[in-house]
């Protein structure tokens, strides 16, 4: 009876929950100050905010058109961006620093029944696919606008999506934790509590809500199926997800992935469901944009890295005096309002972004390195310690051949047995999670054993996760159980090194955060960044 109590218990709290997370979770009302300025700058070029109204069938839709303040009729590609379910137009500007330099417009909205916009209640997407649907035709309308990418996140990808699957003149999209269907993520957060709910009791329970949501908000949340869309949009495609969200599970985003018709590219990070993204990602996402909408744009052919689209020499950088007003003030900087507490202004994030990508650089130069070493039958260990003498393949095969100790059978490819190889000091063994490779003994300098073993023969560098990972050198059923947690090769990685079971590329990641942390320290002379850099670097690779 306690364990029946309990979930008919947990029923009812999460009744009033439910409905009220699909169609009126806490709205995010901001006053107009936090917009910030009309009249801003990016570095040493200055752009404006143009406040305007739209109508829709819910009522006035609060929107805001970012441009550059010089050369306003040269047409431009402009990224409309979507905010997600307890978000509103405040959520782009996190993405202004990575859009608008690159000669992008960008047009932001509080959708119906969010911020500042009319409507009691959202839809998730179902009704805001109709608001999209009117900025369109007003971007459109404008000779300014030449082509139109959107960016969405939670809500805002849904929305993306089933617009998308309608509008095939779309040059692009971003889609950043979308779900695939209502009811898939109402049974997951359901039954991730304590005690499992009965199936035939969610069923009731999401009747009852759906005759809820129906009554108030005029749509039906499990007829909500992006996972049905997908395969009706063509356009290109750049999908995110947070390998730790717990709200929408990364699977969502994998199956609509791989359910989308045109091209399709997906990336993983950290930061659970409303997390700050990383800045790598809005980098990459920003210049995926810009690639796909180049081809549905008027732009310059001698364009500069960054400034894609000139389209005129008024359009050009402005000069130094360009950032003083009429009235001798400065031109104050863009200030995020999501990041306003930390004092992070826009110029000093792209600088932090520059600084990711030379350490993603080292990385993966070293690991590139290790796997084309191992492929040639060298053990990982021997493969990770000769990438700290090499920045080529040739002068790591030299290395390993001068080593004395070593123990080279060139004639036979593939991987060595991870509990076979290690690196081994004077009177230690490996750690535990390093190899298990016995101590040695009587020996005053480092020996490295490159023997290789027979390899796994269902392990191929092209093959699935699992497979993927069994060539890195992992057990086969710590590959397949990483292969049910993770979607991505990096992301296995880092679970397993919680899980303590991480062996492959050890030593090459020790290397690679420590010349990480010497590229941050030639940038800035605080040690504390470079000792940063590091730390941040080590989690996600060993």
């Not at 970012?66 to 979507?82: E, S, T």
């Not at 916009?117 to 606008?145: A, C, F, M, N, P």
């Not at 991505?488 to 942390?517: K, R, W």
Request: net charge negative.
């Amino acid at each position: 009876m306690e364990h029946g109590r309990s979930w008919l218990g947990r029923l009812g709290d999460s009744y009033n929950m439910l409905w009220k997370m699909v169609i009126r979770p806490p709205r995010d009302l901001y006053s107009l100050e936090e917009l910030g300025p009309a009249k801003f700058r990016l570095g040493k070029r200055v752009y404006e905010r143009r406040d305007l109204q739209l109508r829709s069938s819910r009522g006035v839709l609060e929107c805001s058109h970012f441009h550059p303040a010089k050369a306003l009729q040269v047409p431009r590609p402009c990224v409309v961006y979507l905010h997600g379910n307890c978000s509103s137009r405040l959520e782009a500007f996190d993405a202004l620093p990575v859009l608008l330099p690159r000669d992008l417009t960008v047009f932001c909205l509080d959708l119906s029944g969010s911020g500042r916009s009319g409507g009691e209640y959202i839809s998730l997407g179902y009704h805001e696919e109709q608001d999209l649907k009117i900025v369109l035709q007003h971007l459109r309308s404008l000779d300014t606008v030449s082509s139109i990418a959107l960016w969405g996140r939670s809500m805002g990808a849904t929305t993306s999506i089933l617009r998308a699957a309608e509008d095939h003149a779309l040059a692009a999209c971003v889609l950043d934790s979308a779900f695939r269907d209502l009811r898939t993520v109402a049974e997951e957060l359901v039954n991730r509590g304590k005690y499992p709910v009965p199936q035939f009791i969610l069923s009731w329970a999401l009747h009852m809500i759906r005759s809820e949501v129906s009554t108030r908000a005029a749509f039906d949340p499990l007829e909500l199926m992006p996972i049905e869309s997908a395969p009706r949009a063509v356009c290109p495609a750049f999908f995110g997800v947070a390998a730790d969200d717990t709200f929408v599970l990364p699977h969502h985003t994998q199956d609509l992935h791989n359910a989308w018709a045109g091209e399709r590219t997906l990336r993983v990070f950290d930061g659970g469901h409303n997390g700050v993204r990383p800045s790598w990602f809005l980098e990459e996402a920003a210049e995926f944009l810009v690639d796909r909408m180049r081809t549905r744009s008027i732009f310059k052919e001698d364009a500069t890295p960054g400034r894609r689209f000139a389209a005129s020499s008024g359009a050009g950088d402005i000069e130094e005096d360009d950032i003083v007003d009429g009235d001798g003030k400065q031109t104050p900087r863009l200030v995020s309002p999501l990041t306003n507490g930390l004092r992070i202004d826009a110029d000093s994030a792209a600088g932090q972004a520059l600084i990711h990508d030379e350490v993603a650089g080292i990385i993966g130069h070293r690991q590139q390195l290790a796997i084309a070493l191992m492929q040639m039958g060298f053990g990982q260990a021997a493969a990770a310690q000769a990438t700290q003498h090499g920045r080529t393949v040739d002068d790591c095969l030299e290395w390993l051949l001068k080593q004395p100790d070593g123990r080279i059978e060139p004639g036979r490819a593939g991987m060595c047995n991870a509990r076979k190889v290690g690196v081994q000091q004077t009177g230690q063994g490996s750690s535990g999670r390093a190899s298990s490779a016995p101590k040695q003994s009587q020996h005053s300098q480092t020996r490295m054993e490159v023997a290789s073993s027979q390899p796994r023969q269902s392990a191929t560098a092209g093959g699935n996760l699992s497979e993927q990972l069994q060539f890195l050198g992992f057990a086969e059923n710590h590959a397949d159980l990483a292969s049910k947690r993770c979607l991505t090769i990096d992301a296995a990685m880092e679970f397993m090194a919680q899980q303590q079971v991480l062996s492959t590329f050890e030593a090459c990641c020790v290397t690679a955060a420590i010349e990480a942390a010497a590229v941050v320290a030639e940038s800035s002379p605080s040690a504390g960044a470079a000792v940063a850099a590091a730390a941040l670097v080590m989690p996600a690779l060993v």
